[in-house]
């Protein structure tokens, strides 16, 4: 019997976004393969040590290290789908939605302008990480976060809306390293506000 079934990868049809290449957007998806592939090895790996109902002394320097790599590959993997399904073509560049995340976004910033500032200039520090759009569940207001390393930074129980890939593979065959600024805005062109607004409503990451 298996601990559990494996990961597979979702198919997002991006090809034509306002900004990203679709050349990128091919690069991407395979990068975003591996960490499927590398989160289904590791957890079959894991699992043949734990299969016997204990984990020795021998094997625990082995089982630490693979479960530490887990988190990485793992969260790299889930981040990226959040990454992928809040994109879509034709979404027009709208400058700001309409609906119940404007709406909290004013509430939590005092307007949306301001959310969008904050949300950007996360996605612009230095370094290579996510900006995450996320909310609060105690409160109902969100708040704009730094992720580095995929597993490094997320908020206990606090829920992604909004995510944008920032480590350098996602916009550097269209845009200079200094340019990171235009990859946002290509970014803020192609968002799917209805997800967002799914995401909001069902109160778990819609994919």
């Given at each position: 019997m298996?601990?559990?079934?494996?990961?597979?990868?979702?198919?997002?049809d991006?090809h034509?976004?306002?900004?990203?290449?679709?050349q990128?957007?091919?690069?991407?998806?395979?990068?975003?393969?591996?960490?499927?592939k590398?989160t289904?090895k590791?957890?079959?790996?894991?699992?043949?040590?734990?299969?016997d109902?204990?984990v020795?002394?021998?094997?625990?320097?082995?089982?630490?290290?693979l479960?530490?790599?887990?988190?990485?590959?793992?969260?790299?993997?889930?981040?990226?789908?959040y990454?992928f399904?809040?994109?879509?073509?034709?979404s027009?560049?709208?400058?700001?939605?309409?609906g119940?995340?404007?709406?909290i976004?004013?509430?939590s910033?005092?307007s949306?302008d301001l959310?969008?500032?904050?949300?950007?200039?996360?996605?612009?520090m230095?370094?290579?990480?996510?900006a995450i759009?996320?909310?609060?569940?105690?409160?109902?207001?969100?708040?704009?976060?730094?992720?580095?390393l995929?597993e490094?930074?997320n908020?206990?129980g606090?829920?992604?809306l909004?995510?944008?890939d920032?480590?350098?593979?996602?916009?550097?065959?269209?845009y200079k390293?200094?340019?990171?600024s235009?990859?946002?805005?290509?970014?803020?062109s192609?968002v799917n506000w209805?997800?967002?607004?799914e995401?909001?409503?069902?109160?778990?990451?819609?994919?």
């Open positions: 298996k601990l559990y079934e494996p990961h597979q990868a979702h198919s997002f991006l034509g976004l306002e900004g990203i290449s679709d990128t957007l091919e690069m991407h998806l395979k990068l975003y393969e591996g960490y499927v590398a289904n590791l957890r079959t790996q894991l699992y043949e040590i734990i299969k109902g204990k020795d002394q021998e094997q625990m320097p082995v089982y630490s290290e479960t530490r790599r887990l988190g990485f590959e793992y969260n790299g993997m889930v981040l990226h789908e990454y399904s809040n994109l879509t073509r034709g027009g560049g709208l400058p700001k939605p309409q119940a995340f404007a709406e976004a004013k509430d910033f005092g949306f959310w969008r500032t904050d949300f950007a200039s996360v996605g612009m230095r370094g290579v990480g996510w759009c996320y909310l609060d569940p105690a409160n109902g207001r969100v708040s704009n976060h730094w992720v580095s995929h490094n930074g908020i206990a606090f829920l992604p909004l995510v944008m920032v480590w350098e593979h996602a916009y550097l065959l269209d390293p200094s340019e990171r235009d990859y946002i805005e290509a970014f803020f192609n209805k997800m967002v607004e995401r909001m409503e069902l109160g778990v990451p819609a994919l």
